[in-house]
């Protein structure tokens, strides 16, 4: 899947679709998110609190 960035502010932001939320068990209203970066790629996994 091919995603284009979005200006935001002085940050850059990228539009995650409900449907891959809804995969992955997060709740952008509620759930945090950790980011991890391995060997050039973004990893994007719920907080586990």
Known sequence: MKKKLYRSGNAWALLIQKAIL????????????????????????????
């Open 22 to 49: 809804e995969l992955l068990d997060i709740d952008p209203e509620n759930d945090e998110v950790e980011l991890e970066i391995e060997n050039k790629v973004l990893k994007v996994k719920k907080h586990e609190k």
